[in-house]
């Protein structure tokens, strides 16, 4: 519900409603003049159906999921009731009416089907200025309309582009700090291993050939009695047992730091606004692993700020019956329709190649609703 009062109230829609208010004012206050359509005592009556009309379909165009078809037939009804108002009604600021309406129309069409929008609609308003408002001069007013029409339409358009250039570089940015969260991790690993391998091969070698060689020493005559050998050989052998146990600990701690991880991918989203809760033994989740959640996630985020218009993501990720759950849900709406995409089938098949697998359905609330699992690595 939040969600959708935020998406009604937005600048662009504020301006909308303001305009339609200030046109219903001469509905209202001044004495209208019908075109001879409709008859004079049902002339009021029409005018306002027509005029709230127009708020519920621009309403309601609003708040439906983009691209879905039943926006663009509003878009569509909008300019439709428009015109019908200007045809059974003459006030001068009827014609705005199809200025908002082409503002939306420019955000839900193709360019081409665009203009052919623009054009029909003046035409349309040209001969009900020549034919049914008997205006002297209906090209000039045509003109003056459609120029606004038209600056509408490309403010909306362009301001459309932007807004897709920047969910597009905001989602690749994702892409590249979620690829270099995994490069930092892997390099880490590998240093890890190098310098476990350097203290076991190098380190553990000479200090046994050291104990060895006290040993010796403490055998020859003479230097069996000397207390400095025993506690040259007790301090190699705890030094011994030190580095291996470094070397054991370098090597438990082998996996990646998810939840910081996940936190810098998601931090350059303006929404949906990340709810994290990481199980504290996950950073032991071996690197496949831990790259193949990290890659669910940053395709959910990437699905619920594209798709669903999400304000909330919350991710949960928790070891229960040796497995690792990865639970995910937005309070977005989807698609009715939505199926799984080609990101979230190639999520599904890394992980089904780990021995895991990836479900996806809607919420209770009718968002996004995501859960994998992997098994626990012995």
Request: one cysteine or more; charged letters at 20%; glycine letters at 4%.
């Amino acid at each position: 519900m939040m969600n959708q009062l935020k998406i009604l109230f937005t600048p662009m829609n504020l301006a909308a409603y303001i305009a339609w208010a200030a046109i219903g004012t001469e509905i209202w206050f001044d004495n209208l003049h019908g075109t001879g359509l409709v008859p004079a005592s049902w002339l009021m009556t029409i005018t306002v159906a027509l005029h709230l009309a127009y708020l519920v379909c621009f309403v309601l165009c609003t708040v439906i999921e983009k691209s879905d078809f039943r926006q663009k037939f509003l878009a569509i009804l909008l300019v439709l009731i428009a015109l019908a108002i200007c045809m059974v009604s003459r006030f001068s600021s009827a014609p705005v009416l199809l200025i908002v309406a082409s503002a939306v129309v420019a955000v839900l069409f193709s360019p081409p089907r665009l203009v052919a929008v623009f054009v029909i609609s003046n035409i349309s308003l040209y001969l009900i200025y020549r034919d049914l408002w008997q205006s002297d001069r209906p090209i000039i007013s045509v003109l003056i309309y459609s120029s606004f029409q038209l600056f509408a339409m490309l403010m909306a358009w362009y301001s459309h582009q932007a807004e897709k250039r920047r969910d597009e570089l905001m989602l690749l940015n994702a892409e590249l700090i979620a690829t270099r969260s995994l490069l930092a991790e892997t390099v880490r690993d590998s240093e890890r291993l190098r310098l476990s391998r350097e203290l076991h091969d190098v380190a553990g070698h000479k200090l046994t050939a050291l104990k060895l060689n006290l040993t010796a020493l403490a055998r020859q005559p003479g230097l069996d009695k000397q207390d400095g050998l025993a506690t040259c050989a007790k301090l190699a052998d705890e030094l011994l047992s030190d580095i291996r146990g470094v070397v054991q600990q370098m090597r438990l701690n082998d996996g990646m730091d998810l939840q910081a991880a996940i936190e810098k991918m998601a931090a350059p989203f303006p929404r949906p606004n990340l709810l994290l809760a990481i199980d504290d033994t996950a950073n032991l989740v071996p690197m496949r692993q831990a790259e193949a959640l990290l890659r669910t996630v940053q395709e959910a985020l990437t699905n619920s700020a594209r798709h669903s218009q999400a304000q909330q993501l919350w991710v949960v990720l928790q070891r229960e019956n040796e497995q690792w759950l990865l639970r995910i849900r937005d309070d977005g709406r989807m698609a009715n329709n939505w199926q799984k995409g080609n990101g979230l089938q190639g999520m599904s098949e890394r992980l089904e190649d780990l021995g895991g697998g990836l479900r996806c359905d809607h919420s209770s609330t009718g968002g996004m609703q995501i859960e994998a699992w992997l098994p626990v690595s012995a």
